[in-house]
């Protein structure tokens, strides 16, 4: 069984910082891709990072240049160090591992607002 847990979300103004973490326990081997999504209220989920094994890593247009994904692939872990966030960033964030084998997992998500 594979447990994912984010944490680091909250609440914070306009132009302000948070690091999300994910970390993956349990029976998972051979993690290719880390990734971390959002879901804003009354729309779908969407990408946001993605980091592939081998060292490349693909971000929504709407982020580029404000996040930063990094993993540590010994550790399963995975983060996202979100810079000048915007209102349109509130969202429930979810971290997400796919395998080898073409297994998926999901995390239970953690709420980020942005808001003065």
């Known amino acids: 069984q594979v447990q994912m847990v984010e944490s680091g979300g909250g609440l914070v103004q306009p132009g302000g910082s948070l690091n999300l973490s994910c970390v993956a326990s349990g029976n998972i081997f051979r993690v290719n891709t880390m990734g971390w999504y959002r879901r804003a209220p009354g729309k779908q989920r969407d990408v946001v990072a993605i980091?592939?094994?081998?060292?490349?890593?693909n971000y929504a247009d709407s982020v580029k240049g404000r996040f930063t994904i990094s993993r540590d692939s010994a550790k399963n872990t995975v983060s996202l160090q979100m810079n000048s966030l915007k209102p349109e960033d509130t969202a429930v964030y979810y971290c997400?591992?796919?395998?080898?084998?073409?297994?998926?997992?999901w995390g239970r998500g953690t709420q980020v607002t942005v808001s003065s």
């Open positions: 980091s592939i094994s081998g060292g490349s890593t």
């Open positions: 997400s591992f796919s395998d080898y084998y073409g297994r998926i997992y």
